[in-house]
């Protein structure tokens, strides 16, 4: 069993850069694949990155793509996903997934995941 707790959510204005972490405990996080998703309301989650356990692949939802970094530091169980030049339709829920696999296993789809965070909120004002 794994837990995810993420953190590092907030109000920032557009432009502005938020770092989120995901902290795992409960097993060695370092087999696991981990997803950040996001879910603004009234819409469905949303995929935005994600990274195998390696650290060597990454792949993320077009609109973050040159924006959003995704990293992980296995020694302390976090993944980080860094968001620079927020934007207002970046405001959601933010949660990390993570799930077992093989080193190039990572997945954008959220059905594929087995654990979740409680999620973090994200507010990008205009």
């Known amino acids: 069993q794994v837990q995810l707790v993420e953190s590092g959510g907030g109000l920032v204005q557009a432009g502005g850069s938020l770092r989120l972490s995901c902290t795992a405990s409960?097993?060695?996080?370092?087999?696991?694949?981990v997803g950040w998703f996001r879910q603004a309301p009234g819409k469905e989650r949303e995929f935005v990155a994600t990274?195998?356990?390696?650290?060597?692949?990454?792949y993320y939802l077009d609109s973050v793509k040159g924006r959003f970094t995704i990293s992980r530091d296995n020694a302390k169980n976090t993944v980080y996903l860094q968001m620079n030049s927020l934007q207002p339709e970046d405001t959601a829920v933010y949660y990390c997934?993570?799930?077992?696999?093989?080193?190039?296993?990572?997945?954008?789809?959220?059905?594929?995941?087995?654990?979740w965070g409680q999620g973090t909120q994200v507010t990008v004002s205009s």
């Open positions: 997934a993570a799930r077992e696999g093989s080193p190039k296993y990572s997945s954008s789809n959220y059905r594929a995941y087995d654990y």
């Open positions: 990274i195998n356990w390696v650290g060597t692949i990454t």
């Open positions: 409960g097993r060695t996080f370092s087999s696991y694949a």
